[in-house]
């Protein structure tokens, strides 16, 4: 279940950022539900690669070369969706990424964990 709600609040947040920025397109909300998908399962197999290999330049950014990892992880998702999902380049994707992780957390923050309580 929470596997499910992490994947509605990752569509919501990734077509609330397509509406608002030109350089971040998503074709429809089920192509946003599938880059969510996507986007899941190479966090789960990808990023923790990823982390581990730039450990040290994460360190010294005091985490903030997450987001990098972050724009990376949103780059293949869109080349492996094709013209259903594209970001116009790499600033886009990092700034999309920062957007991206700022809007899940204010979610799960004032949404997902008070509803949880109930």
Request: hydrophobic share 65%; aromatic share 12%; glycine share 6%.
């Amino acid at each position: 279940m929470r596997w499910l709600i992490h994947l509605l609040v990752n569509s919501v947040v990734l077509v609330v950022v397509a509406g608002y920025f030109e350089g971040f397109y998503l074709e429809s909300v089920s192509a946003a539900i599938i880059a969510s998908v996507l986007l899941s399962i190479i966090n789960i197999l990808l990023k923790p690669i990823l982390v581990i290999l730039t450990l040290p330049v994460t360190v010294i950014t005091f985490g903030f070369f997450l987001f990098v990892i972050n724009a990376i992880t949103l780059m293949i998702t869109a080349s492996l969706m094709g013209d259903a999902f594209q970001i116009s380049g790499f600033g886009m994707a990092i700034f999309a990424s920062i957007i991206i992780s700022l809007l899940t957390m204010l979610i799960n923050n004032f949404v997902v964990k008070p509803m949880q309580k109930k």
